[in-house]
């Protein structure tokens, strides 16, 4: 018996900077408002037999709000469909997005490496930038973040 395959999407997300600095609260990108641009995006660009068909294995991993990258899950068959709905996302919520993938794997280990590796260099990123101060709450969120890639299943 041969196994379902699947596609891993390693993304990250870029805010538009205007809007967040000036919002009164700040965006946070989750696993739900992520999952429900996507699956819209889908219905939009592929109609409901697209979407259909993409539900059967879609399902947003991770996501971690401070340096927003995520992993997104697709089947063999459909994870072209997903990838490109996903670049026609412009918004979640009210804030304007764009996507950039950055690794695209067969296999949730070889992900949760690419992923690992990216979300270390992009807090250390974040952390380097002279306007953000680094509390003791936003490094243990990270760690809890980069606990969860590694425990990540199928």
């Not at 306007?131 to 490094?139: A, E, K």
Request: hydrophobic share 40%; charged share 25%; proline share 3%.
């Amino acid at each position: 018996m041969v196994g379902f395959k699947n596609r891993y999407l390693v993304m990250e997300v870029f805010l538009d900077p205007n809007k967040d600095l000036a919002a009164d609260e700040p965006i946070i990108i989750t696993q739900f408002n992520l999952s429900k641009a996507i699956k819209d995006s889908i219905l939009t660009n592929f109609g409901e037999c697209g979407l259909a068909s993409s539900l059967n294995s879609f399902q947003v991993k991770y996501v971690n709000p401070i340096t927003k990258l995520c992993i997104i899950r697709a089947s063999r068959e459909d994870h072209q469909n997903v990838w490109a709905a996903i670049t026609m996302v412009r918004s979640i919520g009210n804030c304007p997005v764009t996507f950039n993938l950055l690794d695209i794997s067969g296999s949730i280990n070889a992900c949760k490496k690419a992923a690992l590796k990216c979300d270390k260099l992009k807090f250390e990123q974040y952390k380097s930038m002279a306007q953000v101060r680094t509390t003791d709450d936003v490094i243990q969120h990270m760690q809890n973040c980069l606990e969860k890639i590694k425990i990540l299943e199928h």
